[in-house]
């Protein structure tokens, strides 16, 4: 575990910011949540991705450590899938852009997921700096 509330949290850790003197106070996580909602909402109504990205951005670095992962995990969800998409689409009048689409589909659904049990288990999510899962 990290003493210090300045450490970035190791991947999966579980962390207790609170002492023996104050008692332990849960973090909102609801915002986090909505990201995640907003960002499979965007399957249905496409731009509902940037508003969850703007929420993420907005909230990043008001929380403890872990729920900050959170929010970074979700702005890199964010572009990287941006850039996906972008080479999926170029990609689409050679047709091979249309299997990718489905991967990247894919790929953001279980981005989303992942980040829904870290919310839940009340830790960062794993591999938050990588560009696949």
């Known amino acids: 575990m990290h003493d210090n509330r300045n450490d970035s949290p190791i991947e999966g850790e ?3 910011e609170h002492t023996a003197n ?3 106070k849960q973090p909102d996580t609801t915002m986090a949540l909505v990201v995640y909602a907003l960002y ?3 399957f249905v109504v496409g731009f509902t ?5 703007i929420i993420a951005y907005m909230y990043q670095g008001k929380g403890p450590a872990w729920l900050d992962e ?13 850039l996906y998409a ?13 299997p990718l689409l489905l991967a990247l ?14 919310l839940q288990e009340k830790r960062a999510p794993t591999n938050v700096g990588s560009w696949l899962l």
């Open 40 to 42: 499979l909402a965007s």
């Open 70 to 82: 959170h929010y970074r995990y979700q702005v890199r969800t964010f572009w990287i899938g941006l």
């Open 22 to 24: 104050e008692p332990a």
């Open 86 to 98: 972008s080479v999926a689409f170029l990609l689409t009048f050679v047709l091979i852009g249309f």
């Open 105 to 118: 589909a894919v790929w953001f659904i279980v981005r989303c997921v992942k980040g829904f049990k870290g």
């Open 49 to 53: 991705s940037v508003i969850g990205v």
């Open 14 to 16: 579980i962390i207790s």
